[in-house]
């Protein structure tokens, strides 16, 4: 027959047990390491996930091979052991084994008020989480006395319907079968699941002798850390509490001393020099030789100082990155594994405002975090609200169903973006990530009522245009009123970490930026250059957007040649601004993209305002706004098959590009300019574009007798272009993927609506996750790499890239280096993220 239990299954902690954190979980593993370092730990017994798994199925636990590892009569403590800390378990039982005979033998030892507190606080314990009776029954009062207990006593009789257990062995067997089972409650799988622990996640317990903390003489408890939680800061922190046990110190900081002097009030440091500056020494001991900051908590007895448990100093994202910085710094762990330590996804609270965590939360929505940090501002629903709002100098928060280039000045305008509709890579969500801007999108239980100027929320509230919200885009909450926050940090931590990655990272990593307060962004962030410059969002600031109309109203080729001719020193300005800023990395310009009605105002006040400026009858202007309109525009008159209908916006770019890079050169900066061509399906396409910007270059060569150099590229982003990557390549310098469109155009799936539907999607499985979110390796991945192979097999030499928002993630860039690709592009703040995933990928 198998036995029961394994000989692994009870194992007491020595220096030479057979023990990890994957058998017996983390808290038994680190027990042994503090033991190893000759800590005082008082005697423990670990049981192992396989020994805790059949007890929560009904196995009685072997308590007398427990206890045989105790004196005669022990008093103990159990607490959980799940393999990371962080999944939790239940609480820690303390006092187990105290009965009516060992609380007589207390009282004369510690004193009856002080050993009448333990066996009440055992009572209450057992009471609530073995004979589940309410807790309530049986709170422990300030000074306690024999009454108090004979009540206690009596009560568990009545409600329990037996005494109270008097034997160490059945109080033992039935705490250990309570833990186990509450490890497998639905309410602890779920909770356990949410902070990352995987679906058969074990747990292991651990059976200590008590170290008693009250009693005679210097009696207590304590925790100690030797870092700030919040910064990383070297600093020593913590609370003990005289008369007290395991982590009373900190549940009641009123009665609690600080550890270090302090102007407030006595300190341990003050009271026990010695027993502090033994716990320094251990801090130190343990940071050392744990490669770890630790909080220990320990406990006097007598004046003799016991380690009962050590964990990883919990801590913020800040902190995360200081500490791993200072432990390589101080020779403790390599600068590899600093650059481990650090999960780049708690990068993006650094680069941005965040809700303070102790904040209040008052949410009225939740919808898709698609551009992270917080900001607070009066509720505006227009983008001229928006540039109203910031001219007084108040902060604003945009509010629409979904946002079009038409609102781009209002974001810019505004502290925060939210919107109804749309998905992470709508409008407002790619324009949120580039400006750096707060953004929640698809908060579809919101109604929106625009003319009345109201939000409504599921609760029913009302919010008002001028009614302060807060948008949460690292979460996604949307919240009412302007709760605390934290303000952004680039400290020196951050940056060293940032290098130490770049010395390992083997992949580019470029910002897309359209602005030069973009590129301003991507240059602080270290990007190596722009990967991805939309030249369509220049288009719409300012006189631009009116200049752009009346282009489009050109009837004749002349006058179209004329407002171009206009538009021409603006966007060689445009380009000289970035190539400046970009300082010699280099920079890819994508030619003009989007549908040319997106240029043009939608709703009869617009209409009319055009017509005015342009000095033509309403309806000819709107009959030519109808002639524009598409069904499909996503997939109609829009990038390279502009340029080859109306190839004088592309070669008006060309130009700017080329006689800003002239002027750039002229100042000193060396720049290889890049310019990329969208949407392109057929090799034709190229060509005839390439021939166009080529006849260009000549051009202004013959005009300024300057040299031109220049590298001319394709976006990937349709299926075909993927496919005929081996054609396209003959004429291209560099190939981008841009998996935004591609994703788009693999799946068949609208970016500006599949939100409506998406989350049902994924909560069905229908799809694992967002595509446009996390990009699909198996579909868009297939497409990519076919296209990456057969550009190499026709030209060797090709760079290449990706560039949609996808970039800057971890799968994207793990991707990207397993197909050779030279570089990503993505946001600007997502740049250091990016830097490390890459560096991570490389180790
Ligand atoms: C893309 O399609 O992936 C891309 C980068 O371009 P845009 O998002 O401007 O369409
Ligand atoms: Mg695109």
Not at 238 to 248: A, F, H, K, T, V
Request: aromatic share 6%.
């Amino acid at each position: 027959m198998q036995k029961e239990f394994a000989q692994s299954d009870i194992t007491p902690i020595t220096p030479d047990a057979r023990m990890s954190a994957e058998v017996h979980g983390g808290r038994a593993k680190c027990l042994q390491r503090l033991i190893r370092l000759e800590m005082p730990v008082p005697q423990t017994v670990a049981l192992s996930f396989h020994a805790v798994r059949r007890i929560a199925a009904g196995t009685p636990p072997d308590v007398t091979e427990i206890l045989r590892h105790f004196g005669p009569t022990p008093l103990l403590s159990v607490r959980p052991s799940s393999q990371d800390p962080d999944w939790g378990g239940p609480g820690a039982i303390l006092n187990v084994g105290i009965c009516d005979t060992l609380h007589a033998t207390l009282c004369d030892e510690i004193g009856e008020r002080a050993a009448t507190s333990l066996y009440l606080r055992f009572i209450q314990a057992y009471a609530t989480h073995v004979a589940r009776l309410d807790d309530d029954l049986f709170e422990v009062p300030e000074d306690p006395t024999h009454e108090t207990l004979a009540v206690a006593l009596r009560t568990y009789e009545e409600e329990a319907e037996e005494p109270f257990p008097q034997e160490v062995e059945r109080q033992l067997g039935d705490i250990l079968g309570s833990m186990a089972r509450a490890w497998e409650g639905t309410s602890a799988r779920l909770l356990r699941k949410a902070k990352g622990a995987p679906e058969g996640a074990g747990l292991g317990l651990v059976v200590q002798q008590l170290a008693l903390g009250v009693g005679q003489g210097a009696c207590g408890s304590g925790v100690i850390q030797f870092v700030n939680p919040a910064t990383g800061e070297r600093q020593v922190t913590g609370r003990y509490l005289s008369q007290s046990q395991g982590r009373e110190a900190l549940e009641d900081p009123a009665g609690a001393v600080y550890l270090t002097r302090d102007p407030r009030g006595p300190s341990l440091q003050d009271e026990y020099p010695q027993v502090f500056a033994e716990l320094l020494e251990m801090g130190e001991r343990a940071r050392t030789r744990l490669r770890e900051e630790m909080q220990i908590e320990f406990t006097l007895d007598g004046g003799r100082l016991s380690v009962l448990d050590a964990v990883r100093v919990h801590r913020a994202s800040r902190a995360k990155v200081r500490i791993a910085v200072e432990l390589a710094q101080d020779g403790i762990i390599s600068r590899e594994d600093a650059v481990m330590r650090v999960d780049p996804a708690a990068l993006s609270e650094l680069l941005h405002r965040q809700v303070a965590l102790d904040a209040e939360r008052d949410r009225i929505a939740n919808g898709i975090a698609a551009s992270p940090g917080a900001a607070s501002g009066r509720i505006v629903f227009t983008a001229n609200d928006a540039q109203a709002s910031a001219a007084r100098g108040e902060d604003c928060v945009l509010v629409r169903r979904e946002t079009s280039p038409e609102d781009i000045r209002g974001m810019h305008a505004a502290a925060a973006v939210l919107t109804v509709r749309g998905g992470v890579t709508s409008h407002a969500a790619v324009i949120g990530r580039g400006l750096g801007l707060p953004c929640v999108v698809g908060a579809s239980d919101l109604l929106i009522d625009r003319k009345a100027k109201r939000l409504t929320a599921p609760d029913g509230r009302v919010f008002r245009e001028g009614d302060v919200i807060t948008v949460d885009g690292t979460t996604g909450d949307v919240l009412a009123g302007q709760p605390a926050m934290l303000e952004a940090s680039l400290d020196g931590a951050f940056r060293t970490l940032l290098q130490w990655a770049d010395a390992v990272r083997d992949i580019g990593v470029r910002a897309n930026a359209d602005t030069p307060a973009d590129a301003q962004t991507a240059r602080n962030f270290e990007a190596e250059g722009i990967g991805l410059c939309r030249t369509e969002h220049m288009f719409f600031e300012g006189e631009r957007l009116s200049v752009m109309r009346e282009m489009i109203f050109a009837d004749k080729g002349e006058d179209r040649a004329a407002v171009l001719e206009r538009l021409l020193p603006m966007q060689r300005a445009d380009f000289a601004d970035l190539f400046s800023i970009m300082g010699g990395y280099p920079v890819c310009i994508r030619l003009f993209d989007p549908p040319l009605h997106e240029f043009l105002p939608s709703d009869k006040a617009g209409i009319r305002e055009l017509a005015n400026v342009l000095d033509r009858p309403l309806s000819e202007v709107t009959a030519r706004i109808e002639a524009l309109e598409e069904y499909n525009p996503m997939l109609g008159m829009r990038g390279v098959r502009l340029g080859v209908t109306v190839p004088e916006i592309y070669e008006m770019q060309a130009r700017a590009i080329f006689e800003a890079a002239i002027l750039s050169k002229m100042s000193g900066a060396r720049v290889v300019p890049e310019i990329m061509i969208p949407l392109v399906s057929a090799m034709r396409e190229v060509e005839l574009v390439k021939n166009r910007i080529d006849a260009v270059a000549v051009n202004v060569h013959n005009e300024t007798g300057a040299d031109l150099e220049y590298r001319l590229g394709v976006m990937v982003e349709t299926p075909r272009a993927a496919l005929r990557a081996g054609d396209i390549a003959q004429h291209s310098a560099f190939l981008s993927f841009g998996t935004n469109d591609l994703t788009q155009m693999t799946y068949g799936l609208s970016r500006d609506d599949a939100g409506r539907f998406m989350s049902a999607y994924v909560q069905q499985k229908v799809y694992a996750e967002d595509p446009f979110h996390t990009l699909d390796l198996d579909g868009v991945g297939e497409l990519l790499s076919m296209g990456a192979e057969r550009a190499r097999a026709s030209e060797p030499g090709i760079v290449l890239s990706i560039c949609g928002e996808h970039g800057g993630s971890r799968s994207a860039i793990e991707f990207s280096r397993q197909h050779g690709l030279d570089y990503v592009s993505c946001s600007p703040f997502r740049v250091p993220i990016a830097r490390l995933s890459a560096a991570q990928l490389a180790l």
